[in-house]
C-alpha cells in the first residue's frame, strides 16, 4: 500500500531520508485537505495500475473502481459530485471515515465546521446510495469514531 508521511519538517534531508526509505509522497503542514486528498487519490491510481490487487472494491451492489473512478450501483454508473465521490473513495480505501478529534488516519475533519460538512456530505451519498436513507445499509455511522462503508444486513445492530 502506498505511504505518504505527513509532518511538520520540511528539511529537504528528512524528506529524502523517508523518500528513501520507502515513502511514495511527503506532504508539509500545514496543508490542505484538497491537496492531501488529490495526492491519495493520484498516488491509488498510480498503485492500482502497476499491481495484480484489485481495484475494484465491492460492498454488497456497490462497486467502486479506485483506479478508474468508477462507481456502481445494482451494475448501473453512479453520478457523484466530487466531492461525494472523494468521501466513498476514502470510505472503500479505508473502511472507517473519522471525525473525533484529535485528528487520526482517516480523519476528514479537521476544522470546526468539517465536522457539519462531513455529516452533510454523508447524507447526500446515502440519497444517491441508499434504497431508504434513514436506515443506511451501506455507508453509517461508526459509534463516536465516524463512518463505515460496510454491507450491514436488515437487523444488524
Known amino acids: 500500500m502506498p ?3 505527513v509532518s511538520v519538517v520540511s528539511g529537504e534531508d528528512q524528506k529524502v531520508r523517508l523518500l528513501q526509505a520507502g515513502a511514495d509522497d511527503y506532504v508539509v503542514k500545514p496543508f490542505g485537505m484538497a491537496e492531501l486528498l488529490a495526492r491519495s487519490e493520484a498516488m491509488l491510481r498510480r498503485y492500482y495500475q502497476g499491481t495484480a490487487e484489485s481495484p475494484v ?3 454488497g451492489p456497490l462497486s467502486v473502481n ?3 473512478r468508477k462507481v456502481e450501483l445494482n451494475k448501473r454508473a453512479m453520478k457523484l459530485s ?3 465521490h472523494r468521501l466513498l473513495t476514502s470510505l472503500a480505501n479505508m473502511r472507517v471515515c473519522g471525525h ?3 485528528a487520526a488516519h482517516g480523519n476528514l475533519a479537521q476544522k ?3 465536522i457539519q460538512y462531513l455529516r452533510i456530505l454523508v447524507h447526500k451519498l446515502r440519497q444517491k446510495l441508499e434504497t431508504d436513507p434513514n436506515n443506511s445499509r451501506l455507508v453509517y455511522s461508526e459509534a463516536g469514531t465516524g463512518y463505515r462503508l460496510e454491507e ?3 437487523g444488524a445492530a
Request: hydrophobic letters at 50%; charged letters at 30%.
Open 3 to 5: 505511504v505518504i508521511i
Open 57 to 59: 472494491v465491492v460492498v
Open 66 to 68: 479506485l483506479a478508474t
Open 82 to 84: 466530487r466531492m461525494e
Open 100 to 102: 473525533a478529534r484529535p
Open 112 to 114: 470546526p465546521g468539517d
Open 152 to 154: 450491514r444486513l436488515e
